[in-house]
């Protein structure tokens, strides 16, 4: 089921994203930059799974196994997501 919350704005799902990363590779959400890759942060293939199950969970959306790899820098993956809710809709 879809979060309520899922009617995003950009900003506010690259926050919600920043700070789950931040979580699995230990740094401050202010640190993940959206222009840099995940991995330069730490964000490995079980992280990254990890994430894809949460960002599943808080969206309700069904992501590919490989959204990470497709989509490997915050503000890119933001963008993908916000296209798949909105075709989702």
């Given at each position: 089921m879809q979060n309520?919350?899922?009617?995003q704005s950009e900003d506010n799902l690259q926050?919600?994203?920043?700070?789950r990363?931040?979580?699995y590779v230990r740094r401050s959400p202010e640190?993940?930059?959206p222009d840099v890759p995940l991995a330069?942060?730490?964000l490995d293939s079980v992280y990254a799974?990890?994430?894809?199950?949460?960002?599943?969970?808080?969206?309700?959306?069904?992501?590919?196994?490989?959204v990470?790899?497709?989509?490997?820098?915050?503000?890119?993956l933001v963008k993908a997501l916000l296209q798949?809710?909105?075709?989702?809709?």
């Open positions: 309520p919350e899922a009617e926050a919600w994203l920043a700070q990363v931040a979580t640190e993940i930059e330069e942060y730490g799974l990890t994430l894809s199950g949460d960002i599943e969970d808080y969206l309700g959306l069904s992501l590919e196994p490989t990470m790899w497709d989509h490997p820098t915050l503000g890119m798949d809710l909105a075709k989702a809709r």
